[in-house]
T-cell receptor, first 112, second 115 residues
Framework: GQQVMQIPQYQHVQEGEDFTTYCNSSTTLSNIQWYKQRPGGHPVFLIQLVKSGEVKKQKRLTFQFGEAKKNSSLHITATQTTDVGTYFC????????????FGEGTQLTVNP | GAVVSQHPSRVICKSGTSVKIECRSLDFQATTMFWYRQFPKQSLMLMATSNEGSKATYEQGVEKDKFLINHASLTLSTLTVTSAHPEDSSFYICSTRGRGLYGYTFGSGTRLTVV
């Protein structure tokens, strides 16, 4: 069954509001990656987190990896209409080699 | 950066026919290619992992004889949907990782419609 869970499934925000999506794994991850998929497009790699408690920033995006390496979050500050899309977390389980297990994704819509 | 070219982007076929989808790594060698299926507004479900020169590894519940995967070279992997049925209509997408790169690069996807 699904081993990487992601919430919320949908998020509607007004432009300028913040947005956060959360990812939880039932098992320890060797690393976690985040992808963005625009409507009609394909997933595009955003970032990878490897270390316990790691925090990385990309402009308005902040990514965190939990201390137990079982959860992660993506936070967008002051959303813009260009942020629209579905954000997926994808974990590499310690027992699954190079295979990625994707979360269900969070579909973000931004009202101008 | 790594580029994966996937063709065709869209295909409509009649029920019972077969469709071949190609993924080519343009500027690197892809020893492993992952094939996913994505239904509307849903996540990516891994179907199989293809390794150059060896048999593909299929996920539980994926029919090997229906979804034929060939990875004959380091730059080309193909997925053939045999005897397609309307329930096979979906978005199929390949992915691989170039050496030294962290993230996985995805092809642009193939939207298959079986009528």
């Amino acid at each position: 069954g699904q081993q990487v869970m992601q919430i919320p499934q949908y998020q509607h925000v007004q432009e300028g509001e913040d947005f956060t999506t959360y990812c939880n794994s039932s098992t320890t991850l060797s690393n976690i990656q985040w992808y963005k998929q625009r409507p009609g497009g394909h997933p595009v790699f955003l970032i990878q987190l490897v270390k316990s408690g790691e925090v990385k920033k990309q402009k308005r995006l902040t990514f965190q990896f939990g201390e137990a390496k079982k959860n992660s979050s993506l936070h967008i500050t002051a959303t813009q209409t260009t942020d629209v899309g579905t954000y997926f977390c994808a974990g590499r389980l310690e027992t699954s080699g190079s295979r990625l297990t994707f979360g269900e994704g969070t579909q973000l819509t931004v009202n101008p | 950066g790594a580029v994966v070219s996937q063709h065709p982007s869209r295909v409509i076929c009649k029920s019972g026919t077969s469709v071949k989808i190609e993924c080519r790594s343009l500027d690197f060698q892809a020893t492993t290619m992952f094939w996913y299926r994505q239904f509307p507004k849903q996540s990516l479900m891994l179907m199989a992992t293809s390794n150059e020169g060896s048999k593909a590894t299929y996920e539980q519940g994926v029919e090997k004889d229906k979804f034929l995967i060939n990875h004959a070279s380091l730059t080309l992997s193909t997925l053939t949907v045999t005897s397609a049925h309307p329930e096979d209509s979906s978005f199929y997408i390949c992915s691989t990782r170039g050496r030294g790169l962290y993230g996985y690069t995805f092809g642009s996807g193939t939207r298959l419609t079986v009528v």
